[in-house]
């Protein structure tokens, strides 16, 4: 299975407009890059944990700064 299969499979959605793959109801992000580095079961993993906060989860290679955090939180809902 391609790892863009099983983010849609787990509810993610492609933004052009960000290149992420996003799921509002977990509130995770996966960069482009970072799912085209990391191996499948990483992916999976990487979905099936549990967040323990509100806010958003970003999975970057080279994480955010806070402002850009704070940005996409704004925009992502």
């Not at 391609?2 to 109801?25: E, G, P, S, V, W």
């Amino acid at each position: 299975m391609k790892k863009k299969d099983i983010l849609r499979d787990a509810h993610y959605r492609y933004d052009f407009d960000r290149d992420l793959f996003i799921n509002r109801a977990v509130k995770k992000a996966f960069s482009i890059e970072f799912v085209d580095d990391t191996p499948e079961e990483e992916l999976r993993r990487l979905i099936r944990e549990e967040t323990n906060s509100n806010g958003w989860r970003f999975y970057f290679n080279v994480p955010p700064t806070e402002g850009t955090k704070r940005e996409l939180e704004r925009v992502l809902g």
